[in-house]
Nanobody
């Protein structure tokens, strides 16, 4: 079992930066990858980025070149560095962990078994 907690989030001006963190507790060997998703009320989930146990990374086209996902050496905390933020990045951001990938779509919500509670990111002047 894994528990995921996402402190951070907040309000930032357009063009600014913010770093989200996702702290995993429990048996960290239970997951093969951790991803960030985002969702605003009434909208579909969007997979933002994923990092696998082998440190491979995947990014949505909408954030490539602006966001960077990383993991600490103990594999207990995953970070999402968000630069050049835009108003359309405003969303609730969730981290999620997968026990086992069943497809090559690592940014699909159906691949993930454990979820954090979400943290609000607001990009506004």
């Amino acid at each position: 079992q894994l528990q995921l907690v996402e402190p951070g989030g907040g309000l930032v001006q357009p063009g600014g930066s913010l770093r989200l963190s996702c702290a995993a507790s429990g048996t960290t060997s239970d997951y093969v990858g951790i991803a960030w998703f985002r969702q605003a009320l009434g909208r579909e989930w969007e997979g933002v980025s994923c990092i696998t146990g082998g440190a491979s990374t995947v990014y949505a086209e909408s954030v490539k070149g602006r966001f960077t996902i990383s993991i600490d050496g103990a594999k207990k905390t995953v970070f999402l560095q968000m630069n050049s933020l835009k108003p359309e990045d405003t969303d609730v951001y969730f981290c999620a962990a997968s026990e086992n990938f069943h497809s090559s779509d690592l940014l699909s919500v159906t691949e993930y078994d454990y979820w954090g509670q979400g943290t609000q990111v607001t990009v506004s002047s």
